[in-house]
């Protein structure tokens, strides 16, 4: 501490007029006051390198990666409670050692030793798997940063390596994988409750369309069979030697010449109708199954006619369609999946006509229109439209206008997914002459499948 002043009177020194000593006086209250400024300033100073040092300290330890710095030759300068608590060691019992010792095998070494020992590293490092030592004795397997440390001059002083271990992210991995598979297995179950939905607002028409082929091949038997019973009778009277005139009073009494002209056609009869019935089985089949998803080149053409005469069977009134195809109007993509999405449009286009207050015949207005890149499919009813508020979360998850019990609120939802999964879009609007209008829009590819 400076010297205390005093107000006693000096002498003045020999040969110092009063002037030049009140100047001395006058210099040295400047310099008392200077030092007590810059006292007060190194301790403020002080107060904030001591802030400062428990901040970075603070956020060290509250790492839960681990932190390790390190000289040139690998020798640990600074760490973190994360690195202490794996490895069982101090701060203090760490500092100077070599980084090398915390690693458990010859080639987390050999990969250290090559990041310490890289001349021109660049700036924003890189990532490398270690093993390092626990406290235990097992190895613990990390990723680690390793970056390098300069002075602001450029020259290289240091590596810092942040390290994770990887089993936490492994383990994270499988728990997001876990439940990616659980969703895409939820996905595919809504999918097939849908279909089945569908399939089963089907079912009358479909047994319709069935009764026909399955009764002209059922009549075509029968004929056989009496046929079979004649050409039975007259072939054992052959074989027994009757004579001539017997043999061609029996095959004119049982009509033998007229049988063996009709056999062709009922046989061909027979083969057309179990063909039709194989067709529409198989039909049913390839739309219920669970669909693996195979792609291939689809007609929208033909996807439309089917969903139109599927739609027209089941419905319990009479349905006007004015449908326009547009050929060729090809896509690639599931067979499938796509007639789902059609025949949910169409029924959800005769459900909204069929609900409309008064209730109205339903009329459709289908059309496929080719483009060079994309091509679209649209539906639109005679129905009261949807409301402006609502057209936004028509295409949401168990959103439904339909009376409870009438619709599950995912049929549009599906339909959404399965056409973004084939790299299209499915949209809605009023149209401006009244009813809804969904159109889909797929790319477009050329030639047949």
Same mark, same amino acid.
């Given at each position: 501490?400076?010297?205390?002043?005093?107000?006693?009177?000096?002498?003045?020194?020999?040969?110092?007029?009063?002037?030049?000593?009140?100047?001395?006086? &006058?210099?040295?209250?400047?310099?008392?006051?200077?030092?007590?400024?810059?006292?007060?300033?190194?301790?403020?100073?002080?107060?904030?390198?001591?802030?400062?040092?428990?901040?970075?300290?603070?956020?060290?330890?509250?790492?839960?990666?681990?932190? =390790?710095?390190?000289?040139?030759?690998?020798?640990?300068?600074?760490?973190?409670?994360?690195?202490?608590?794996?490895?069982?060691?101090?701060?203090?019992?760490?500092?100077?050692?070599?980084?090398?010792?915390?690693?458990?095998?010859?080639?987390?070494?050999?990969?250290?030793?090559?990041?310490?020992?890289?001349?021109?590293?660049?700036?924003?490092?890189?990532?490398?798997?270690?093993?390092?030592?626990?406290?235990?004795?097992?190895?613990?397997?990390?990723?680690?940063?390793?970056?390098?440390?300069?002075?602001?001059?450029?020259?290289?002083?240091?590596?810092?390596?942040?390290?994770?271990?990887?089993?936490?992210?492994?383990?994270?991995?499988?728990?997001?994988?876990?439940?990616?598979?659980?969703?895409? &297995?939820?996905?595919?179950?809504?999918?097939?409750?849908?279909?089945?939905?569908?399939?089963?607002? =089907?079912?009358?028409?479909?047994?319709?369309?069935?009764?026909?082929?399955?009764?002209?091949?059922?009549?075509?038997?029968?004929?056989?069979?009496?046929?079979?019973?004649?050409?039975?009778?007259?072939?054992?009277?052959?074989?027994?030697?009757?004579?001539?005139?017997?043999?061609?009073?029996?095959?004119?009494?049982?009509?033998?010449?007229?049988?063996?002209?009709?056999?062709?056609?009922?046989?061909?009869?027979?083969?057309?109708?179990? &063909?039709?019935?194989?067709?529409?089985?198989?039909?049913?089949?390839?739309?219920?199954?669970?669909?693996?998803?195979?792609?291939?080149?689809?007609?929208?053409?033909?996807?439309?006619?089917?969903?139109?005469?599927?739609?027209?069977?089941?419905?319990?009134?009479?349905?006007?369609?004015?449908?326009?195809?547009?050929?060729?109007?090809?896509?690639?993509?599931?067979?499938? &999946?796509?007639?789902?999405?059609?025949?949910? =449009?169409?029924?959800?286009?005769?459900?909204?006509?069929?609900?409309?207050?008064?209730?109205?015949?339903?009329?459709?207005?289908?059309?496929?229109?080719?483009?060079?890149?994309?091509?679209?499919?649209?539906?639109?009813?005679?129905?009261?439209?949807?409301?402006?508020?609502?057209?936004?979360?028509?295409?949401?998850?168990?959103?439904?206008?339909?009376?409870?019990?009438?619709?599950?609120?995912?049929?549009?939802?599906?339909?959404?997914?399965?056409?973004?999964?084939?790299?299209?879009?499915?949209?809605?609007?009023?149209?401006?002459?009244?009813?809804?209008?969904?159109?889909?829009?797929?790319?477009?590819?050329?030639?047949?499948?």
């Amino acid at each position: 501490m400076p010297p205390r002043r005093t107000d006693r009177p000096r002498a003045a020194p020999h040969g110092v007029d009063d002037a030049t000593w009140l100047d001395v006086i &006058q210099k040295m209250d400047e310099v008392y006051s200077q030092l007590v400024q810059d006292e007060v300033e190194l301790e403020k100073k002080n107060e904030e390198l001591e802030q400062s040092q428990q901040f970075i300290f603070s956020i060290l330890s509250a790492m839960s990666d681990v932190l =390790l710095v390190c000289t040139e030759k690998g020798e640990i300068e600074e760490t973190n409670a994360a690195l202490c608590e794996l490895v069982g060691r101090s701060d203090a019992d760490l500092r100077g050692t070599s980084l090398l010792a915390l690693l458990a095998d010859a080639g987390s070494i050999a990969r250290a030793h090559a990041v310490l020992m890289n001349a021109s590293p660049t700036r924003r490092g890189e990532t490398i798997e270690l093993n390092l030592l626990a406290a235990d004795g097992s190895s613990v397997p990390v990723d680690a940063n390793c970056t390098p440390r300069a002075t602001p001059s450029g020259r290289r002083v240091g590596t810092v390596f942040v390290a994770r271990p990887t089993a936490e992210l492994r383990r994270a991995y499988q728990e997001l994988r876990s439940a990616h598979d659980a969703l895409k &297995q939820t996905q595919q179950q809504l999918l097939h409750s849908e279909k089945m939905a569908s399939l089963g607002r =089907l079912v009358a028409g479909v047994a319709h369309e069935l009764n026909n082929p399955i009764s002209f091949v059922l009549g075509n038997v029968h004929a056989l069979s009496r046929y079979s019973d004649k050409l039975r009778t007259y072939m054992a009277a052959v074989h027994e030697g009757k004579d001539p005139q017997t043999l061609l009073e029996l095959r004119t009494r049982l009509r033998i010449e007229h049988l063996l002209d009709d056999l062709p056609s009922l046989i061909e009869g027979t083969l057309e109708g179990a &063909q039709r019935t194989a067709a529409i089985v198989n039909g049913l089949k390839r739309f219920s199954a669970m669909d693996p998803e195979e792609r291939k080149r689809v007609d929208l053409n033909d996807v439309a006619e089917r969903a139109i005469l599927w739609v027209s069977k089941g419905s319990s009134q009479p349905l006007q369609v004015d449908w326009q195809p547009a050929s060729p109007c090809m896509v690639e993509g599931s067979l499938g &999946q796509l007639q789902q999405v059609v025949m949910n =449009l169409i029924q959800n286009a005769v459900d909204a006509a069929s609900t409309a207050e008064p209730p109205r015949a339903p009329h459709l207005w289908i059309q496929a229109r080719a483009g060079a890149t994309n091509n679209l499919l649209s539906v639109r009813d005679n129905g009261p439209g949807i409301a402006p508020e609502l057209l936004s979360r028509i295409f949401d998850p168990f959103f439904t206008t339909k009376p409870v019990g009438k619709g599950t609120g995912l049929g549009l939802s599906i339909s959404y997914g399965i056409i973004e999964q084939h790299g299209g879009t499915l949209s809605v609007r009023n149209h401006p002459e009244g009813g809804a209008e969904f159109t889909v829009e797929l790319p477009a590819v050329n030639g047949a499948s």
